[in-house]
């Protein structure tokens, strides 16, 4: 495989952004959500990583006080299964580390064993259910959270 960047999300990036989202998830977010994230969220953290000046996936994240949360994460399926959702991943823990965060979490498909399994590689465990969390099917979400000092 090619060499992979990641950088800052520029306002340019959402429709690229909206095309992994809406090939990754059941109930994509819209380019309004982004747009309000990227001009209005001032806790809002976006990256994207690229190969050759493409967006093949992002990540996005909150940072409040000491407390990060991974909003979303999604690379376009043909490149799932080289570790590039766990570089991309790794570096968002490491910009929430470098910004005073002590704490992270996220939501996942309870179905969702790939990223849960992901996930766990950097120590998070699981910490509650958020039933009914997914509005297309109901499905529930697990919470899993990590201390990062």
Do not use: C, H
Request: zero cysteines.
């Amino acid at each position: 495989m090619a060499e992979f960047s990641i950088r800052d999300m520029k306002y340019d990036d959402i429709d690229e952004v909206l095309l992994v989202d809406q090939v990754s998830f059941s109930s994509p977010w819209s380019r309004e959500i982004y747009e309000k994230e990227m001009n209005e969220n001032k806790f809002a953290y976006y990256f994207v990583i690229e190969e050759s000046n493409r967006v093949i996936g992002y990540a996005g994240l909150w940072i409040v006080k000491d407390d990060a949360q991974i909003t979303n994460i999604a690379i376009l399926p043909r490149y799932r299964g080289y570790k590039i959702g766990e570089k991309l991943f790794g570096f968002s823990v490491q910009f929430a580390i470098q910004k005073g965060a002590s704490r992270l979490s996220l939501e996942v498909r309870e179905s969702n064993i790939i990223a849960q399994q992901l996930y766990r590689k950097f120590g998070l465990v699981p910490g509650g259910v958020r039933k009914g969390y997914y509005p297309d099917n109901n499905e529930d979400a697990l919470v899993m959270w990590v201390n990062l000092n």
